[in-house]
Nanobody, 126 residues
Framework: QVQLVESGGGTVQPGGSLRLSCAVS????????IAWFRQAPGKAREGVSC????????SYADSVKGRFTISRDNAKNTLYLQMNNQKPEDTAVYYC???????????????????WGQGTQVTVSS
């Protein structure tokens, strides 16, 4: 059974940092493209960052470039999102999602992702 479980959300002041984790079970994370999405209140879900299978490449939304870093720990089968210099507009529920099939490349097309976590709330506020 495939499961993705996010953790690490919380409240942080502007300029602060958080690290989100996505623990994966049921498949080998390194074989799949996997991404972070977020959804702010009243807005559509958007892609934040993604990483291709077999570490073939990563991508970031323009709004987070230079501030967020996506990484994997294959030994722990866990995906991370390090978020630095956070801004109030980063406030959202963050989701990790895994591609439907192994060997994929980075994408923000939600239709490509069959497996989703339950989400973790990130609030940036003074």
């Amino acid at each position: 059974q495939v499961q993705l479980v996010e953790s690490g959300g919380g409240t942080v002041q502007p300029g602060g940092s958080l690290r989100l984790s996505c623990a994966v079970s049921g498949f080998t994370l390194s074989y799949y493209a996997i991404a972070w999405f977020r959804q702010a209140p009243g807005k559509a879900r958007e892609g934040v960052s993604c990483t291709s299978s077999r570490n073939l490449g990563t991508s970031y939304a323009d709004s987070v470039k230079g501030r967020f870093t996506i990484s994997r720990d294959n030994a722990k089968n866990t995906l991370y999102l390090q978020m630095n210099n956070q801004k109030p507009e980063d406030t959202a529920v963050y989701y990790c999602a895994a591609d439907s099939y192994p060997g994929g490349y980075c994408t923000y097309n939600e239709g490509e992702f069959e497996y989703w976590g339950q989400g973790t709330q990130v609030t940036v506020s003074s």
